[in-house]
């Protein structure tokens, strides 16, 4: 069976577009890592991947805000190629300035704002994973992963009614490191497909990547997530 093409879309400043593309490569697919500069020259590349990934990092240094010049680039550049990505079905996953990417540019609900802190926070966080229309999401278990930035304060005007949704994807379990509205960690579209989330799952996909995994005490691998969206962009 043939491996489904992933593309890893980064931009200037991103940090994470590798550790996808190992972590994509582990979970069953075809990774390419793609700069944002040769996808604006030649759209059409768009098409022949199966499922994308919005990398995480700090693009264009977060001039302006996290975020807001890449969303800027592709709404401009690829906006209608990328409503009919998602249109056409094919799962889409934005990580941390990838999440924040993707709520600018309309294809997520809400936004990001800074830390509750008010400074930027790398630690290790839990996520629960509630029941949702989330494509990545479906039957896992909770997931632990390092979490990186400083713009990651989930707001949504009326987040009952996106909870009612289903598309609160993933909520911060035991600590909320940021003070995001109902804990919420990651959410979803309308239809499932896309995702965006603040920490990085792909940085967790094997056991000796967590800190505590000599110990014995290590879990909550986030490979399972990236297996899930690679199952379903496999099965279109």
């Known amino acids: 069976m043939s491996r489904p093409q992933a593309m890893v879309l980064a931009a200037p400043g991103t940090n ?18 793609t700069l944002l500069a040769a996808l604006l020259a030649d759209p059409t590349t768009l098409q022949h991947a199966q499922l994308l990934v919005i990398a995480g990092g700090f693009s264009y240094a977060d001039a302006l805000g996290a975020g807001r010049m890449w969303s ?21 996953i934005g990580i941390c300035n990838g999440f924040q990417v993707l709520t600018r540019t309309g294809l997520l609900p809400g936004a990001l704002g800074h830390n509750a802190s008010g400074h930027f926070q790398c630690e290790w966080v839990r996520m629960a994973v509630p029941a949702s229309r989330s494509v990545w999401t479906q039957g896992l278990d909770p997931i632990e992963c390092p979490m990186a930035h400083g713009e990651g304060r989930y707001v949504h005007p009326d987040v009952a009614a ?4 289903g598309q609160v ?6 600590h909320n490191p940021n003070g995001s509205t109902a804990d919420i960690a990651g959410v979803c579209d309308e239809s499932g497909v896309v995702l965006g989330l603040m920490p990085h799952p792909e940085n967790h996909v094997l056991p000796r990547q967590h800190p505590r995994h000599t110990r014995g005490t290590a ?6 997530l990236f297996q899930r969206g690679v199952a379903y962009a496999g099965g279109l």
């Open 162 to 165: 996106l909870a009612a949704a």
């Open 169 to 174: 994807a993933l909520t911060y379990d035991g």
């Open 16 to 33: 994470r577009d590798r550790d996808v593309a190992f972590a994509l490569d582990l979970a069953g697919a075809d990774p390419q890592v």
């Open 72 to 92: 800027l680039e592709l709404t401009h550049g690829i906006g209608d190629a990328l409503q009919q990505f998602v249109a056409a079905g094919k799962p889409v």
């Open 219 to 224: 879990a909550g691998l986030g490979l399972a």
